[in-house]
Protein backbone atom coordinates (compact mmCIF):
# COMPACT_ATOMS: atom_id res chain seq x y z
CA UNK A 1 0.00 0.00 0.00
CA UNK A 2 0.81 3.62 0.15
CA UNK A 3 2.27 3.82 -3.91
CA UNK A 4 5.04 2.20 -2.72
CA UNK A 5 7.55 -0.04 -4.80
CA UNK A 6 8.55 -3.28 -3.02
CA UNK A 7 12.05 -2.71 -5.08
CA UNK A 8 14.06 0.31 -3.17
CA UNK A 9 17.40 0.75 -2.23
CA UNK A 10 17.48 1.21 2.16
CA UNK A 11 19.40 3.60 3.12
CA UNK A 12 20.70 4.40 6.70
CA UNK A 13 23.25 4.34 9.50
CA UNK A 14 24.84 1.99 10.97
CA UNK A 15 24.34 3.85 14.17
CA UNK A 16 20.58 3.19 13.72
CA UNK A 17 21.04 -0.46 14.31
CA UNK A 18 22.65 0.19 18.01
CA UNK A 19 20.28 2.42 18.75
CA UNK A 20 18.03 -0.67 17.48
CA UNK A 21 20.19 -2.83 20.05
CA UNK A 22 19.73 -0.29 22.87
CA UNK A 23 15.78 -0.28 22.55
CA UNK A 24 15.54 -3.96 22.23
CA UNK A 25 15.07 -4.01 26.05
CA UNK A 26 12.64 -1.24 26.51
CA UNK A 27 9.04 -1.49 25.75
CA UNK A 28 8.44 0.58 23.26
CA UNK A 29 9.02 0.17 19.23
CA UNK A 30 12.01 0.44 17.13
CA UNK A 31 12.65 4.01 16.82
CA UNK A 32 13.29 3.97 13.28
CA UNK A 33 13.53 7.97 13.17
CA UNK A 34 17.09 9.09 12.00
CA UNK A 35 19.19 8.01 8.89
CA UNK A 36 22.03 9.03 7.26
CA UNK A 37 21.35 8.54 3.60
CA UNK A 38 25.04 8.50 3.04
CA UNK A 39 25.47 4.95 4.94
CA UNK A 40 24.13 2.04 2.93
CA UNK A 41 22.59 -1.19 4.29
CA UNK A 42 23.48 -4.52 3.47
CA UNK A 43 20.46 -7.04 2.89
CA UNK A 44 22.01 -8.67 5.74
CA UNK A 45 21.41 -6.15 8.25
CA UNK A 46 17.95 -5.85 6.73
CA UNK A 47 17.61 -9.88 7.51
CA UNK A 48 18.64 -9.25 11.03
CA UNK A 49 16.34 -6.27 11.62
CA UNK A 50 13.82 -8.55 10.41
CA UNK A 51 14.80 -11.39 12.67
CA UNK A 52 14.89 -9.06 15.84
CA UNK A 53 11.47 -7.51 14.75
CA UNK A 54 9.91 -11.52 14.76
CA UNK A 55 11.24 -11.86 18.23
CA UNK A 56 10.13 -8.99 19.40
CA UNK A 57 6.67 -9.45 18.41
CA UNK A 58 6.49 -13.18 18.78
CA UNK A 59 5.54 -13.63 15.21
CA UNK A 60 5.44 -16.96 13.95
CA UNK A 61 5.43 -18.27 10.47
CA UNK A 62 5.17 -21.81 9.36
CA UNK A 63 7.03 -22.10 6.18
CA UNK A 64 9.58 -20.43 4.29
CA UNK A 65 7.49 -19.15 1.84
CA UNK A 66 5.54 -17.02 4.20
CA UNK A 67 8.22 -15.61 6.22
CA UNK A 68 9.68 -14.71 2.85
CA UNK A 69 6.80 -13.26 1.98
CA UNK A 70 6.18 -11.12 5.25
CA UNK A 71 9.80 -10.36 4.73
CA UNK A 72 8.99 -8.30 1.65
CA UNK A 73 5.95 -6.42 3.16
CA UNK A 74 8.28 -5.65 5.95
CA UNK A 75 10.67 -4.19 3.80
CA UNK A 76 7.84 -1.68 2.26
CA UNK A 77 6.51 -0.80 5.44
CA UNK A 78 10.37 0.00 6.42
CA UNK A 79 11.19 1.91 3.47
CA UNK A 80 7.78 3.67 4.34
CA UNK A 81 8.32 4.47 7.52
CA UNK A 82 11.99 6.28 6.28
CA UNK A 83 10.20 8.08 3.49
CA UNK A 84 7.70 9.38 5.78
CA UNK A 85 10.08 10.34 8.24
CA UNK A 86 13.05 11.84 6.27
CA UNK A 87 10.08 14.20 4.34
CA UNK A 88 7.89 14.97 7.19
CA UNK A 89 7.77 18.62 8.44
CA UNK A 90 9.26 19.16 11.92
CA UNK A 91 5.26 19.22 13.38
CA UNK A 92 4.07 16.23 11.96
CA UNK A 93 3.97 12.76 13.48
CA UNK A 94 6.17 10.46 13.15
CA UNK A 95 5.86 6.68 12.15
CA UNK A 96 8.02 3.46 12.99
CA UNK A 97 7.41 -0.38 13.13
CA UNK A 98 5.26 -1.66 15.17
CA UNK A 99 3.43 -5.41 15.70
CA UNK A 100 1.51 -5.02 11.72
CA UNK A 101 4.88 -4.48 10.04
CA UNK A 102 4.64 -7.70 8.49
CA UNK A 103 0.89 -6.68 6.98
CA UNK A 104 -0.02 -4.72 4.23
CA UNK A 105 -2.37 -2.17 4.80
CA UNK A 106 -4.86 -3.49 2.78
CA UNK A 107 -4.74 -6.93 4.71
CA UNK A 108 -4.77 -4.72 7.97
CA UNK A 109 -7.66 -2.65 7.01
CA UNK A 110 -9.14 -6.55 6.19
CA UNK A 111 -8.85 -6.92 9.43
CA UNK A 112 -9.18 -4.08 11.57
CA UNK A 113 -10.57 -1.05 9.71
CA UNK A 114 -14.49 -0.67 8.41
CA UNK A 115 -15.82 -2.33 11.28
CA UNK A 116 -17.86 0.59 11.98
CA UNK A 117 -21.31 0.76 11.39
CA UNK A 118 -22.32 4.20 11.59
CA UNK A 119 -24.16 5.45 9.09
CA UNK A 120 -27.34 2.91 9.01
CA UNK A 121 -27.25 2.79 12.60
CA UNK A 122 -27.98 6.91 12.60
CA UNK A 123 -31.22 6.40 11.41
CA UNK A 124 -32.62 3.60 14.38
CA UNK A 125 -30.50 5.20 16.92
CA UNK A 126 -32.95 7.98 17.75
CA UNK A 127 -30.56 9.30 20.16
CA UNK A 128 -30.98 12.49 20.87
CA UNK A 129 -28.45 14.73 19.63
CA UNK A 130 -26.23 17.51 22.06
CA UNK A 131 -24.98 20.78 21.45
CA UNK A 132 -22.78 21.53 24.47
CA UNK A 133 -21.80 25.14 23.87
CA UNK A 134 -20.17 26.90 26.86
CA UNK A 135 -16.79 27.79 28.19
CA UNK A 136 -14.68 24.92 29.32
CA UNK A 137 -10.88 23.92 30.84
CA UNK A 138 -8.28 24.81 28.86
CA UNK A 139 -6.95 20.82 29.24
CA UNK A 140 -8.47 17.88 30.20
CA UNK A 141 -7.03 14.61 30.88
CA UNK A 142 -9.48 11.64 32.47
CA UNK A 143 -6.61 9.62 32.43
CA UNK A 144 -5.40 11.71 35.69
CA UNK A 145 -8.66 11.42 37.58
CA UNK A 146 -9.12 7.65 37.69
CA UNK A 147 -11.79 7.15 35.02
CA UNK A 148 -9.70 5.44 32.04
CA UNK A 149 -8.39 1.91 32.60
CA UNK A 150 -5.40 0.68 30.66
CA UNK A 151 -4.89 0.23 27.60
CA UNK A 152 -6.54 -3.06 25.90
CA UNK A 153 -5.84 -5.22 22.96
CA UNK A 154 -8.75 -6.12 20.35
CA UNK A 155 -6.02 -9.03 18.56
CA UNK A 156 -6.98 -9.89 15.53
CA UNK A 157 -10.71 -9.01 15.74
CA UNK A 158 -13.15 -6.15 14.34
CA UNK A 159 -14.12 -5.40 17.61
CA UNK A 160 -12.84 -1.47 17.86
CA UNK A 161 -16.49 -0.61 18.30
CA UNK A 162 -16.78 -2.89 21.91
CA UNK A 163 -13.92 -0.92 22.85
CA UNK A 164 -14.33 2.12 22.16
CA UNK A 165 -18.14 1.46 23.99
CA UNK A 166 -16.44 0.06 26.90
CA UNK A 167 -14.53 3.01 27.32
CA UNK A 168 -16.93 5.03 27.37
CA UNK A 169 -19.15 3.23 29.82
CA UNK A 170 -16.27 2.74 32.02
CA UNK A 171 -15.18 6.75 32.25
CA UNK A 172 -18.93 7.39 33.35
CA UNK A 173 -19.43 4.77 35.59
CA UNK A 174 -16.25 5.64 37.37
CA UNK A 175 -17.41 9.57 37.55
CA UNK A 176 -20.31 8.41 38.77
CA UNK A 177 -19.57 5.89 41.31
CA UNK A 178 -16.03 6.74 41.68
CA UNK A 179 -15.23 3.16 41.41
CA UNK A 180 -12.84 2.30 38.04
CA UNK A 181 -14.44 -1.32 36.71
CA UNK A 182 -12.81 -2.49 33.55
CA UNK A 183 -15.55 -3.96 31.64
CA UNK A 184 -16.42 -6.70 28.82
CA UNK A 185 -15.75 -6.11 25.14
CA UNK A 186 -16.13 -10.01 24.60
CA UNK A 187 -20.04 -10.26 26.26
CA UNK A 188 -20.60 -7.68 23.38
CA UNK A 189 -19.13 -9.15 20.63
CA UNK A 190 -20.81 -12.57 22.22
CA UNK A 191 -24.12 -11.15 22.81
CA UNK A 192 -24.90 -7.81 20.77
CA UNK A 193 -26.88 -9.66 18.31
CA UNK A 194 -27.15 -6.02 16.20
CA UNK A 195 -23.71 -5.87 16.30
CA UNK A 196 -21.52 -8.44 13.99
CA UNK A 197 -19.26 -9.50 16.85
CA UNK A 198 -15.68 -9.07 15.23
CA UNK A 199 -16.89 -8.41 11.82
CA UNK A 200 -18.36 -4.82 12.88
CA UNK A 201 -20.24 -2.91 14.85
CA UNK A 202 -21.18 0.31 16.59
CA UNK A 203 -20.63 1.88 20.08
CA UNK A 204 -24.41 3.67 19.76
CA UNK A 205 -25.86 -0.26 19.72
CA UNK A 206 -23.22 -1.36 22.05
CA UNK A 207 -24.55 0.91 24.61
CA UNK A 208 -28.69 0.15 23.31
CA UNK A 209 -27.43 -3.30 24.24
CA UNK A 210 -26.08 -2.27 27.53
CA UNK A 211 -29.70 -0.23 28.25
CA UNK A 212 -31.79 -3.19 27.65
CA UNK A 213 -30.10 -5.99 29.28
CA UNK A 214 -29.58 -3.93 31.86
CA UNK A 215 -25.94 -3.91 32.69
CA UNK A 216 -22.51 -5.35 31.62
CA UNK A 217 -20.60 -7.85 32.92
CA UNK A 218 -17.11 -6.93 34.34
CA UNK A 219 -13.77 -7.21 32.53
CA UNK A 220 -12.80 -9.92 35.33
CA UNK A 221 -16.34 -11.82 34.79
CA UNK A 222 -16.23 -12.24 31.11
CA UNK A 223 -12.99 -12.09 29.89
CA UNK A 224 -11.86 -11.22 25.66
CA UNK A 225 -10.93 -13.63 23.78
CA UNK A 226 -10.60 -11.80 20.69
CA UNK A 227 -13.33 -14.31 18.68
CA UNK A 228 -16.94 -14.67 18.81
CA UNK A 229 -17.88 -16.97 21.45
CA UNK A 230 -21.21 -18.25 22.78
CA UNK A 231 -23.25 -15.94 24.62
CA UNK A 232 -22.64 -16.38 28.25
CA UNK A 233 -25.90 -15.69 30.29
CA UNK A 234 -25.53 -16.30 33.59
CA UNK A 235 -23.05 -12.96 34.34
CA UNK A 236 -23.92 -10.78 36.67
CA UNK A 237 -24.94 -7.13 35.28
CA UNK A 238 -22.37 -5.24 37.28
CA UNK A 239 -22.58 -1.91 35.60
CA UNK A 240 -25.13 0.00 34.00
CA UNK A 241 -25.82 3.07 32.31
CA UNK A 242 -29.51 5.02 30.99
CA UNK A 243 -29.13 6.01 28.06
CA UNK A 244 -26.61 8.05 25.51
CA UNK A 245 -26.60 10.80 23.26
CA UNK A 246 -24.98 12.06 19.85
CA UNK A 247 -22.43 15.09 19.87
CA UNK A 248 -23.49 17.72 17.50
CA UNK A 249 -21.65 17.30 14.63
CA UNK A 250 -19.25 20.39 15.86
CA UNK A 251 -15.96 20.94 17.24
CA UNK A 252 -17.27 23.23 20.31
CA UNK A 253 -19.82 20.32 21.43
CA UNK A 254 -16.92 18.05 20.68
CA UNK A 255 -15.09 19.65 23.49
CA UNK A 256 -17.68 20.20 25.94
CA UNK A 257 -18.65 16.25 25.89
CA UNK A 258 -14.68 15.56 26.24
CA UNK A 259 -14.37 18.37 28.86
CA UNK A 260 -17.48 16.36 30.52
CA UNK A 261 -16.98 12.55 30.34
CA UNK A 262 -14.38 10.51 27.63
CA UNK A 263 -16.57 10.14 24.47
CA UNK A 264 -16.49 7.06 22.20
CA UNK A 265 -15.65 8.49 18.08
CA UNK A 266 -15.22 7.18 14.41
CA UNK A 267 -12.45 8.36 12.54
CA UNK A 268 -11.04 7.11 9.43
CA UNK A 269 -7.69 5.60 9.79
CA UNK A 270 -5.04 5.77 6.89
CA UNK A 271 -1.95 4.53 7.06
CA UNK A 272 0.12 6.91 8.40
CA UNK A 273 -2.17 6.20 11.44
CA UNK A 274 -1.64 2.76 11.40
CA UNK A 275 2.34 3.36 11.90
CA UNK A 276 1.77 6.33 14.06
CA UNK A 277 4.54 6.10 16.61
CA UNK A 278 5.92 9.12 18.73
CA UNK A 279 4.65 11.87 21.08
CA UNK A 280 3.60 13.83 18.23
CA UNK A 281 0.65 15.13 16.98
CA UNK A 282 -1.38 13.51 14.02
CA UNK A 283 -2.40 16.12 11.75
CA UNK A 284 -3.82 13.98 9.30
CA UNK A 285 -2.17 15.03 6.22
CA UNK A 286 -3.85 12.75 4.01
CA UNK A 287 -7.66 12.94 5.34
CA UNK A 288 -10.68 14.08 3.17
CA UNK A 289 -10.89 17.37 2.74
CA UNK A 290 -14.29 17.29 1.57
CA UNK A 291 -17.10 18.12 4.48
CA UNK A 292 -19.06 15.42 2.41
CA UNK A 293 -17.28 12.46 3.39
CA UNK A 294 -17.81 11.45 6.51
CA UNK A 295 -16.47 7.89 5.96
CA UNK A 296 -15.07 6.54 9.74
CA UNK A 297 -13.74 2.97 9.47
CA UNK A 298 -12.30 2.26 13.24
CA UNK A 299 -13.38 3.41 16.79
CA UNK A 300 -11.83 5.30 19.25
CA UNK A 301 -12.33 7.12 22.58
CA UNK A 302 -10.93 10.42 23.20
CA UNK A 303 -9.48 10.91 27.18
CA UNK A 304 -8.82 14.55 26.71
CA UNK A 305 -7.76 17.61 25.14
CA UNK A 306 -5.10 20.23 25.27
CA UNK A 307 -2.28 22.38 23.25
CA UNK A 308 0.79 21.74 22.77
CA UNK A 309 3.35 24.05 23.77
CA UNK A 310 4.38 25.01 20.02
CA UNK A 311 0.07 25.81 20.24
CA UNK A 312 -1.29 23.25 18.78
CA UNK A 313 -4.64 21.87 19.89
CA UNK A 314 -5.06 18.08 20.22
CA UNK A 315 -7.19 15.74 21.30
CA UNK A 316 -5.84 12.55 23.62
CA UNK A 317 -7.24 9.24 22.13
CA UNK A 318 -7.17 6.25 23.56
CA UNK A 319 -6.99 3.27 20.82
CA UNK A 320 -7.18 -0.54 21.34
CA UNK A 321 -4.24 -1.89 19.56
CA UNK A 322 -2.09 -2.69 22.63
CA UNK A 323 0.87 -0.77 24.19
CA UNK A 324 3.05 -1.28 21.42
CA UNK A 325 1.24 1.06 18.84
CA UNK A 326 1.52 4.33 19.05
CA UNK A 327 2.37 6.40 21.94
CA UNK A 328 1.87 3.73 24.67
CA UNK A 329 -1.36 2.75 22.74
CA UNK A 330 -2.39 6.56 23.23
CA UNK A 331 -2.29 9.17 20.03
CA UNK A 332 -3.12 12.91 20.25
CA UNK A 333 -4.86 14.04 16.98
CA UNK A 334 -5.02 18.36 16.48
CA UNK A 335 -8.44 19.94 17.38
CA UNK A 336 -9.35 22.69 16.01
CA UNK A 337 -8.44 21.87 12.54
CA UNK A 338 -9.68 23.86 9.62
CA UNK A 339 -11.57 20.93 8.19
CA UNK A 340 -15.10 20.94 9.74
CA UNK A 341 -14.97 17.30 10.37
CA UNK A 342 -12.10 17.20 12.42
CA UNK A 343 -8.91 15.11 11.58
CA UNK A 344 -10.21 12.31 9.61
CA UNK A 345 -13.55 12.94 10.19
CA UNK A 346 -13.08 12.63 14.20
CA UNK A 347 -16.06 15.34 14.71
CA UNK A 348 -18.62 13.67 12.59
CA UNK A 349 -19.96 10.30 14.81
CA UNK A 350 -18.85 11.00 18.34
CA UNK A 351 -21.54 9.92 21.42
CA UNK A 352 -21.13 9.04 24.55
CA UNK A 353 -23.20 7.01 27.56
CA UNK A 354 -25.25 8.83 30.40
CA UNK A 355 -25.88 8.10 34.14
CA UNK A 356 -28.38 9.42 35.74
CA UNK A 357 -26.79 9.93 39.10
CA UNK A 358 -24.24 11.94 36.78
CA UNK A 359 -23.06 15.48 38.08
CA UNK A 360 -24.21 18.26 36.35
CA UNK A 361 -20.83 20.18 35.61
CA UNK A 362 -20.99 24.40 36.64
CA UNK A 363 -20.91 26.80 33.70
CA UNK A 364 -23.17 24.51 31.68
CA UNK A 365 -26.33 26.49 30.22
CA UNK A 366 -29.66 24.85 30.78
CA UNK A 367 -30.98 23.61 27.97
CA UNK A 368 -27.72 23.39 26.44
CA UNK A 369 -27.26 20.07 28.33
CA UNK A 370 -30.48 18.80 27.74
CA UNK A 371 -31.06 15.96 30.69
CA UNK A 372 -27.39 14.93 30.85
C1 LIG B 1 -25.90 22.96 17.12
O1 LIG B 1 -25.48 24.29 16.91
C2 LIG B 1 -25.23 24.58 15.54
C3 LIG B 1 -24.65 25.98 15.47
O2 LIG B 1 -25.40 26.90 16.25
C4 LIG B 1 -26.54 24.44 14.75
O3 LIG B 1 -26.31 24.72 13.40
C5 LIG B 1 -27.04 23.01 14.90
O4 LIG B 1 -28.28 22.86 14.25
C6 LIG B 1 -27.19 22.65 16.37
N1 LIG B 1 -27.49 21.22 16.46
C7 LIG B 1 -28.37 20.74 17.35
C8 LIG B 1 -28.57 19.28 17.31
O5 LIG B 1 -28.96 21.44 18.14
C1 LIG C 1 -13.65 9.52 2.02
O1 LIG C 1 -12.24 9.61 1.88
C2 LIG C 1 -11.56 8.38 1.99
C3 LIG C 1 -10.07 8.66 1.96
O2 LIG C 1 -9.73 9.55 0.98
C4 LIG C 1 -12.00 7.45 0.87
O3 LIG C 1 -11.33 6.22 0.98
C5 LIG C 1 -13.49 7.25 1.00
O4 LIG C 1 -13.95 6.41 -0.04
C6 LIG C 1 -14.21 8.58 0.96
N1 LIG C 1 -15.61 8.36 1.22
C7 LIG C 1 -16.57 8.91 0.49
C8 LIG C 1 -17.96 8.59 0.89
O5 LIG C 1 -16.34 9.63 -0.45
Known sequence: MGGLKVEFTIIFILGFFSMISLNLGQPNEYPIVDYDPDKIVSQEGLALLFERWIEKHEKVYTSSEEKEKRFKIFQSNLAYVIDWNSKRKPSDHRVGLNQ???????EFSEIYLSKLNLEEDILEARAETVNLTCSYPSSVDWRNKGVVTPIKNQGS?????????????????AKVTKKLVSLSEQQLVDCDKKNNGCASGSYDRAFQWVIKNKGIA??????????????????????????????????????GAVAQQPVSAGILVLKDFAMFRGSGIYKGRNCPTNSYNTTANHAVLIVGYGTSKDGTDYWIVKNSWGTKWGNSGYVKIARNHKLRNGVCNINVWASFPTKRTHIQRKGLTEGSVASL
Open 100 to 106: FSDMSFD
Open 218 to 255: TEAQYPYLGRKATCRTKVNKAVTIDGYKRVARNEKSLL
Open 157 to 173: CGSCWAFSATGAMEGIN
